[in-house]
């Protein structure tokens, strides 16, 4: 049997070269395929269709406003970046995008459900229902209708959360909270709408709406008393031990302790009798303590 002869070497650097050189044009003219294909204009995102409950935002301006920015076409289009591009717009807070054969994309947008104002006072910042804090132009149904809340960064949604215990609890009193601040001590302020200021003091949540529970159900009986009700609250303040010291129009009430010590006060001054002029009463009463 003979052994078939070994091809010459010219001839098999020919064959190399050749299918070197083959296999070169065949990546060529993928790439190159690859190329036109992927950019083709027939490719191009050619519509936009955003799904979702939006109150804030206006689809039409939503796409006119991100579309610009996105880079690639149907198939080259950066997910994730565009995602970001659409987040990246007031009032949106999370955005799904995937694509829409053969050219569009499908959007689907979750807007923030603003809670309240966020900051101090002029601050436009709000805050969503999961306590997250983001900047937008709030509308005018929201300047007349949120509440502002405030304290340390990062305690927003520890504010909010206290404001929706409060909220319920507050309504015997006639009138909506206006804010609710937080300061760094740890000590709570409410603020009503019909401008009185109460005083709740720190601690936890249950500790804090124990003492409102009080005042609240107490409050009017007090008020009574002086001749007043309770739209004539001016201010209290519920960090007593047990009792709060309560300003109403024309009536002053303090607490007990603080109302000895104004006796005593006024016994060793011996002060001379109050002007007829006066327009301010100041009466001092004892504020109940804890119910038994």
Same mark, same amino acid.
């Given at each position: ?19 070197? $050189? ?6 060529? $003219? ?31 301006? $939503? ?102 215990? $409060? ?126």
């Amino acid at each position: 049997m003979n052994d078939a002869l070994p091809a010459p070497l010219d001839v098999r650097l020919m064959n190399m070269i050749a299918t070197i $050189l083959f296999v070169c044009c065949a990546v060529g $003219l993928v790439t190159a395929g690859s190329w036109w294909f992927l950019r083709n204009p027939a490719f191009a995102i050619g519509r936009i269709v955003v799904h979702g409950d939006l109150s804030h935002t206006n689809p039409v301006s $939503l796409r006119a406003n991100v579309a610009p920015r996105l880079m690639g076409n149907f198939f080259t289009l950066n997910l994730r970046q565009a995602k970001e591009e659409f987040e990246n717009v007031p009032w949106i807070r999370s955005a799904q995008v995937r694509r829409d054969y053969p050219n569009g994309l499908a959007v689907e947008i979750e807007e923030h459900k603003a809670r309240a104002f966020w900051g101090a006072e002029g601050s436009p910042t709000l805050v969503n229902n999961f306590g997250e804090v983001f900047e937008a132009a709030a509308d005018e149904d929201d300047e007349n209708k949120l509440p502002r809340l405030q304290g340390p960064e990062g305690r927003s949604l520890d504010v909010l959360r206290m404001y929706d215990h $409060l909220v319920p609890r507050m309504k015997p009193l006639g009138s909506p909270i206006d804010a609710v601040v937080l300061n760094g001590r740890g000590s709570w302020r409410v603020q009503l709408d019909n401008g009185a200021a109460i005083e709740l003091g720190s601690g936890s949540t249950n500790d804090v709406t124990q003492r409102l529970d009080r005042f609240v159900r107490t409050v009017s009986r007090v008020a009574a008393q002086q001749g007043r009700n309770v739209a004539a609250l001016e201010s209290a303040d519920l960090r007593q031990m047990d009792g709060y010291a309560l300003r109403l129009r024309g009536v002053t009430t303090v607490s007990a302790e603080a109302a000895a010590a104004r006796a005593k006060a006024q016994a060793a001054a011996r002060p001379a009798a109050r002007p007829a002029t006066a327009t301010r009463t100041t009466t001092t009463t004892r504020t109940p303590g804890r119910s038994n």
